[in-house]
């Protein structure tokens, strides 16, 4: 069983359209992650929430929302795509809030290209 | 300010020797944990060790080991008897426990590691 698990893996799409990422994890955990990895490799966060409730927005553009219907989901929708937009996107999940110890777990990344 | 420095984009190393990839960081919390990840080309994030801020030993998890300098902010990853399955993108971590921004995790630029054989 995936622990985390987003789709699609892959997203080619043209600017200006709307899409959604989908994120699942199944280790009872109460904190998901939204990063994002540019193209020199750098990750940086965009969104955390805590048992559906949002705790973290990194300054992203308000074209990408965030959804978490249950603390087992969190979606990233994203309107009125860009070509800076390109880049691969992971969900990760943790354990708890401030627990130092506990490692966050990663999707395998959605690579999305904005052509 | 840089939260997470990780001075060498890239090394390599001789298959069977060991490497050391360094990481700094900068915080004024006294409660914190340093995480390393590696990625490797097919791009999944794989937790590979973890030291928090009051843990008086070293960590280490079989070949891997964190060489951890407090006073020097330095959270260094030693990887012993490399592989070639070590070559990846490895990246330092750090989660902060009481400053702003709840519980995420900043990561370094990363440092490529290349095993030759």
């Known amino acids: 069983d995936t622990a985390v698990s987003q789709t699609p893996k892959y997203l080619v799409t043209q600017m200006g359209n709307d899409k959604s990422i989908k994120c699942e994890q199944n280790?009872?955990?109460?904190?998901m992650y939204w990063y994002k990895q540019d193209s020199k490799k750098f990750l940086k966060i965009m969104f955390s929430y805590n048992n559906k409730e949002l705790i973290i927005n990194e300054t992203v553009p308000n074209r990408f929302s965030p959804k978490s219907p249950d603390k087992a989901h969190l979606n990233l929708h994203i309107n009125s795509l860009e070509l800076g937009d390109s880049a691969v996107y992971f969900c990760?999940?943790?354990?708890?809030?401030?627990?130092?110890?506990?490692?966050?777990?990663f999707g395998q990344g959605t690579r999305l290209t904005v052509v | 300010a840089q939260k997470i420095t990780q001075t060498q984009p890239g090394m390599f190393v001789q298959e069977k020797e060991a490497v050391t990839l360094d990481c700094t960081y900068d915080t004024s919390d006294p409660s914190y944990g340093l995480f390393w990840y590696k990625q490797p080309s097919s791009g999944e994030m794989i937790f590979l060790i973890y030291q928090g801020s009051y843990d008086q030993q070293n960590a280490t998890e079989g070949r891997y080991s964190l060489n951890f300098q407090k006073a020097r902010k330095s959270a260094n990853l030693v990887i012993s008897a490399s592989q070639l399955g070590d070559s990846a993108m490895y990246f330092c971590a750090m989660r902060e426990g009481y400053s702003g921004g709840g519980n995420k995790l900043v990561f370094g630029a990363g440092t490529i590691l290349r095993v030759k054989s």
């Open positions: 280790l009872g955990h109460d904190t």
């Open positions: 990760a999940s943790s354990q708890a809030e401030r627990k130092m110890n506990t490692e966050a777990f």
